[in-house]
């Protein structure tokens, strides 16, 4: 698949460099306007090709989404908190989850108002959190059983060997699994980075890769990640910079791909995405722009053509994963069970040596 998308770096989340604009709800039309990537990348055509992604399920694996945004009224599934093991429970305390939903499956509101998604008749399922590895690996699976064809991760976790197990596994359920290589203008990181994950890098409106973006052997693909209106909880917006939002951006173009062709492997959409791409920087496949910046329309329009023949993006790489023991945390055993159970041996071994003493004495 895509030819183990190696390690395509994450680094947002949390962190991913939102630079908020304001914090009073703004004009929705005029948040509309400044969508100035939908021109150039010819959103109006390919969501008419793609049948705005109907009937695509993305997963986005994130801070949350608020359910309540007008914006995003009727684009969501549901989806699950992997911690309580509950269904999500429709807030984003960090604001970022909301506004990659919005990038992806946005539908804007009244009369034209609002922020329209990549693919905007594509639904959204909402999965938290995305601070802990054994955490994220749960959701990456409950995604792939609860009927996600896409799963974007726009955010940075190091632990290889649990995520890059659902990862293969999510792959060979037929799932294209994208996530942002990182904003630290430095080696792409995890879990973008891992093998099967198409990093995707950012662009400037130059169509230049961006002072922030990382870079590596774990680039894929560029897409447009400066000046990017977002959706904020609160039916508020703001403008962000960041891998991230190119990485929502190319998971949505993934589902309008899916919707067009159904029958078309998670394989051969990959294949496509960095065929059809537009060459950037050095010829060919480079370290800053992947195999280039994604030209949607072309991706959707492109001569079908076998993967094994396709010279871009080699085959799903089914990863060993070292089968040493996880640590306590890992396993999902709270700390304090492990102290407590500890000290009970303590006093269980002290009281019999005791015991022991008394009877050697009388």
Do not use: C
């Not at 306007?33 to 010819?42: F, I, R, T």
């Not at 994130?62 to 599934?77: I, P």
């Not at 280039?292 to 072309?298: I, P």
């Amino acid at each position: 698949m895509i030819r183990s998308v190696r390690r395509g770096g994450a680094a947002l989340g949390a962190t991913l460099l939102a630079v908020l604009v304001t914090a009073a709800p703004a004009r929705a039309d005029a948040e509309r306007d400044k969508q100035w990537y939908a021109a150039p990348m010819k959103l109006a055509q390919a969501r008419e090709l793609g049948h705005g992604g109907a009937g695509v399920i993305v997963a986005v694996i994130d801070t949350g989404v608020d359910h309540d945004h007008q914006d995003l009224r009727g684009a969501l599934v549901p989806g699950r908190n992997m911690t309580l093991d509950v269904p999500e429970e429709g807030i984003d305390p960090e604001g970022h989850g909301t506004g990659m939903a919005a990038l992806i499956a946005g539908r804007g509101h009244g009369s034209g108002d609002g922020l329209l998604g990549v693919a905007p008749r594509s639904r959204v399922m909402p999965i938290t959190p995305i601070n802990d590895a054994l955490m994220v690996s749960r959701g990456i699976k409950w995604a792939v059983d609860h009927g996600a064809k896409v799963i974007n991760m726009s955010f940075e976790l190091n632990d290889d060997r649990v995520i890059q197990s659902a990862v293969n596994d999510a792959v060979k359920a037929d799932v294209v699994v994208i996530g942002g290589v990182g904003n630290d203008h430095g080696p792409v990181a995890e879990p973008a980075i891992l093998d099967n994950v198409l990093g995707v890098g950012a662009v400037d409106r130059n169509n230049k890769v961006t002072d922030f973006s990382n870079f590596g052997p774990g680039v894929d693909l560029v897409a447009p990640g400066v000046q990017i209106p977002a959706a904020r909880p609160g039916n508020r917006y703001e403008l962000r910079k960041g891998t991230s939002d190119a990485s929502a951006l190319v998971s949505g173009a993934a589902a309008l791909i899916r919707a067009r062709y159904p029958d078309m492997s998670a394989a051969e959409v990959i294949d496509r995405l960095t065929r059809t791409a537009d060459d950037r920087g050095a010829k060919g496949r480079n370290d800053n722009y992947g195999y280039g910046q994604l030209d949607v329309v072309a991706a959707l329009t492109a001569p079908r053509v076998p993967v094994k023949a396709a010279t871009t993006a080699p085959p799903v790489v089914d990863t060993p994963v070292s089968s040493a023991p996880l640590p306590a945390a890992r396993m999902g055993i709270p700390p304090l069970l492990i102290v407590g159970a500890g000290l009970l041996l303590l006093v269980v071994a002290f009281a019999s040596f005791m015991i022991i003493r008394v009877r050697r004495n009388t």
